[in-house]
């Protein structure tokens, strides 16, 4: 059995994901202690329960110590059969993050698998889900994952309920990733979505990411919608956000509303970050650059991509990745910086 300190690193919720998803795929046990040690209400919480239980449903394992609050888990895989799954984290936890530890296990099973989530789908600290679907899956398609998935209802803090749907097609392997020279940025897209809330909202959003980045000299298009509870799509409760992806590259970034908060700096503040990853001149953004350790970690061959910021989030990702898979990884760059991510994987097959 894996004896794992989930204090490592920046001691989150990622330590938990990453590690859950490499014992189901490597079918090794692994034991976790001092889960969410270095955040201020340490242990388990709803999302982070959520990942675990897809995870062992996915692969038929069992979990010991698994409920809100627990600093310590006993994970131990079964057979990585994938299959229907439905998962309700019961409040607005992220989807995406249970997602992310979902979809490695779910690429690596014996049939195709379908999943329905509940929870929610817009959430301050972490990616959306236009995210997954614009520029994380985009890349893992490049890798040979062949996935899809489908936003069916919105859900925002307090009450979440949004639906996410998708698909799993199992691979044999995992091709090398090599996105190191960004390819030129031909317009940025994006969505400026809103439900239960004046039309206005969204368009105000919109209009000032698009002058924030028009003042730069990016031609912007940037779709409106404004869900009210007639529209089978709208949350429970109302929220408001904006995602931008610059067209030609692998680079995101989003804002959500907040009471109180103008939807013009929503939207300013989204152009500013986008802005910010087009000029670190990096071929993947900060959100993906960790996302995307895991799965060059198990890929066949070596993968290099540039990232426009070496996080946290993907320090601890290395990490673990070092330390469950045996992959060699190598980062050039510091914390808070570009840098360049290369990683020889193990080239994990499935049988």
Not at 263 to 290: F, M, P
Request: neutral net charge.
């Amino acid at each position: 059995m894996i004896e794992l300190d989930g204090s490592i690193g920046e001691g989150g919720g990622q330590v938990l994901r990453v590690s859950i998803a490499l014992s189901a795929i490597l079918s090794k046990p692994i034991h976790i202690y001092n889960i969410r040690k270095k955040r201020s209400n340490p242990g388990l919480r709803p999302q982070h329960i959520s990942a675990v239980k897809s995870v062992a449903e996915a692969c038929n394992g069992s979990v010991q110590g698994l409920h809100v609050g627990s600093t310590e888990i006993i994970f131990t895989p079964g057979y990585l059969e994938g299959g229907e799954l439905r998962i309700d984290t019961g409040t607005a936890g992220s989807i995406t993050l249970v997602l992310q530890s979902l979809l490695p296990v779910l690429s690596f099973s014996s049939k195709p698998s379908s999943f329905h989530l509940i929870g929610g789908t817009n959430n301050p600290m972490a990616p959306p889900v236009e995210y997954l679907e614009k520029v994380l899956l985009p890349l893992l398609s490049k890798m040979g994952v062949r996935c899809g998935i489908e936003l069916v209802r919105r859900g925002f803090y307090p009450r979440g309920g949004g639906v996410v749907r998708g698909w799993v097609e199992p691979v044999h392997s995992l091709s090398p990733l090599e996105e190191v020279e960004r390819r030129d940025i031909g317009r940025v897209y994006g969505l400026s979505y809103t439900c239960r809330l004046p039309s206005h909202v969204s368009e105000r959003m919109a209009s000032s990411a698009e002058k924030s980045l028009s003042n730069k000299g990016f031609v912007a298009s940037i779709e409106r919608e404004a869900l009210m509870p007639n529209h089978p799509k709208c949350s429970t409760d109302p929220g408001a956000g904006i995602i931008l992806v610059a067209d030609g590259a692998y680079l995101g970034a989003d804002r959500l509303g907040a009471p109180g908060l103008p939807a013009e700096e929503v939207g300013a503040g989204a152009a500013k970050q986008l802005i910010e990853e087009i000029e670190s001149n990096a071929a993947i953004d900060r959100h993906a650059a960790d996302m995307l350790v895991i799965w060059v970690s198990l890929a066949e061959g070596r993968s290099r991509y540039s990232v426009s910021t070496l996080t946290s989030h993907t320090l601890t990702s290395v990490e673990i990745c070092r330390l469950l898979t045996g992959a060699e990884i190598e980062l050039a760059g510091r914390l808070g910086g570009p840098g360049i991510i290369t990683c020889r994987g193990i080239g994990f097959k499935r049988f």
